[in-house]
Structures are given as C-alpha cells and as structure tokens.
C-alpha cells in the first residue's frame, strides 16, 4: 500500500470513529437556549457538562478519553446526562459565567444544586475517569 493511500485511509477512518462511537448508543447533548443542564438537574439527573470548542487539542484529547471511557463501561451513558457546551457560543453566557468557567477545555460534574468535581485542561485518562465515576457514584445513589 502506498503511503499516500494508507494516510487517506486513516484519515477517513479516525473521521467516521467518533459517529460509529456514538451510533453505539452514547449521547450527548448540545447546549443551547433551553438548557438542557436545568433541565436534567430539575429531573434530579447527574450531570457531565463538557466546555469545549472545534479547534482546541486539549478539549480533543479529553473527547477521545471521555468517549473511549463511555464506550467501555454503558454504566456512564445509562446513568449521567452529557452535555457539551460550545465555548465559542455560550463563553460569556450565564451557563459558562455562572459556574466560574475561564476556559474551554473544563470538565464539570453536577448534581442538585452542587457542583462535585472539575478538570480544568486536564487529558490523563485516571484524573477523567474519577471525575466520571464521581458523576456515577452520584447518579446511582439516588
């Protein structure tokens, strides 16, 4: 094969991976006006909000964690409401200032009227994966 042919190919298959992860049954939200974050709060939900943008390494880093983690264990998908909120849209919105997020590429978990973790520009897979069984602890003891 050549090495042109092998680049293109892997190209298209790191592409189609995200949509064929999430075909699989993981969901998450998008932001927008009527605040899904409220919303699965008010229905007494755990709650995995991602400030993230396109263009940022660091928030991409973190998505591949955070989907290979979700791919292995259904526990998270079945239990905690994700959430991603566009950075670049909602950076100076009330869901983004209210928490006292400075930047994309900060993980929060939330339940009731608490926030019980944050990463702030963190990508190792262990300091991740607490945060997300902090969010699944919460979600199954209620």
């Known amino acids: 094969m ?4 092998f680049l293109i190919s892997t190209l298209a298959a790191s592409v189609a991976l995200p949509g064929a992860a999430l075909a699989g049954g993981m969901k998450t939200v998008a932001f927008d006006d009527s605040d899904p974050i409220a919303t699965a709060l008010s ?3 755990t709650v995995f909000v991602d400030y993230t943008t396109d263009w940022c ?24 409401v994700f959430v991603r909120v566009d950075y670049d849209q909602f950076g100076n919105a009330p ?25 702030v ?14 969010a699944l602890s919460a979600a199954t003891a209620s």
Request: aromatic fraction near 2%; include cysteine; glycine fraction near 8%.
């Open 121 to 134: 520009a963190g990508t190792s897979k262990a300091d991740i994966k607490a945060l997300m069984d902090t």
């Open 43 to 45: 229905q007494g939900k």
């Open 2 to 5: 050549k090495r042109r042919d």
């Open 57 to 80: 390494s660091t928030c991409a880093a973190q998505n591949r964690v955070i989907n290979a983690l979700r791919s292995a264990d259904p526990a998270y998908d079945a239990n905690i």
């Open 95 to 119: 869901v983004t200032t209210g928490r006292n997020i400075s930047r994309r590429s900060t993980l929060i978990v939330l339940k009731g009227e608490q926030e019980l973790g944050r990463i």
